[in-house]
T-cell receptor, first 113, second 113 residues
Framework: DTEVTQTPKHLVMGMTNKKSLKCEQH?????MYWYKQKAKKPPELMFV???????INESVPSRFSPECPNSSLLNLHLHALQPEDSALYLC????????????FGPGTRLTVL | LAKTTQPISMDSYEGQEVNITCSHN???????ITWYQQFPSQGPRFIIQ???TKVTNEVASLFIPADRKSSTLSLPRVSLSDTAVYYC??????????????FGTGTRLLVSP
């Protein structure tokens, strides 16, 4: 099984809602990543987890809260988002922390109203 | 991390060979060069990675000159399904510090019949 899965595929939320994005991989990878991608822009790194510990936080606002409950699962908890947070949120994984992750998921398209 | 520069867009026709060049003048000694392909509303897909000279796989070839200040992704006999954005990423194989992990602007390849 060489894939990263993400749920949901699409999410629409209001600015007062709390929601979570989920990412899963069963390749035994010990590094997992969250990226944010706006339309026609390259992906921007948000967080990196290495062996279930937060390794890198690229100065992301606290309304985004990552969680890595185990080596296969990565969550991104969302609260009090702004319309400008609407984007494609991508999860990635690699065997160990790398500049260039090996596998990306299909993404969750988030719209904040 | 080394800053990368790519052409914003390229056009080609089915069956032609396409070469996309990435400039990375300040590449470090231990940096690798990685290329990704991304279709709209999907996660990037790892295509190829190399350190020097030439690397070839079933999808593409990567040419890296001796000074390593640039690299060329070569796609043989492109088809319509190769229409995508191609990103070049340069950095060490393992991220060991608070380095900003940045994708370049990418090259939009349009393949026409």
């Amino acid at each position: 099984d060489t894939e990263v899965t993400q749920t949901p595929k699409h999410l629409v939320m209001g600015m007062t809602n709390k929601k979570s994005l989920k990412c899963e991989q069963h390749m035994g990878h010990r590094a997992m990543y969250w990226y944010k991608q706006k339309a026609k822009k390259p992906p921007e790194l948000m967080f990196v987890y290495s062996y279930e510990k937060l390794s890198i936080n690229e100065s992301v606002p606290s309304r985004f809260s990552p969680e890595c409950p185990n080596s296969s699962l990565l969550n991104l908890h969302l609260h009090a988002l702004q319309p400008e947070d609407s984007a494609l949120y991508l999860c990635a994984s690699s065997q160990v922390v790398r500049v260039s992750p090996e596998y990306f998921g299909p993404g969750t398209r988030l719209t904040v109203l | 991390l080394a800053k990368t520069t790519q052409p914003i867009s390229m056009d080609s026709y089915e069956g032609q060979e396409v070469n996309i060049t990435c400039s990375h003048n300040n590449i470090a000694t231990n940096d690798y060069i990685t290329w990704y392909q991304q279709f709209p509303s999907q996660g990037p897909r790892f295509i190829i990675q190399g350190y020097k000279t030439k690397v070839t796989n079933e999808v593409a070839s990567l040419f890296i000159p001796a000074d390593r200040k640039s690299s060329t992704l070569s796609l043989p006999r492109v088809s319509l399904s190769d229409t995508a954005v191609y990103y070049c990423l340069v950095g060490p194989p393992m991220n060991t510090g608070f380095q900003k992990l940045v994708f370049g602007t990418g090259t939009r390849l349009l393949v026409s019949p």
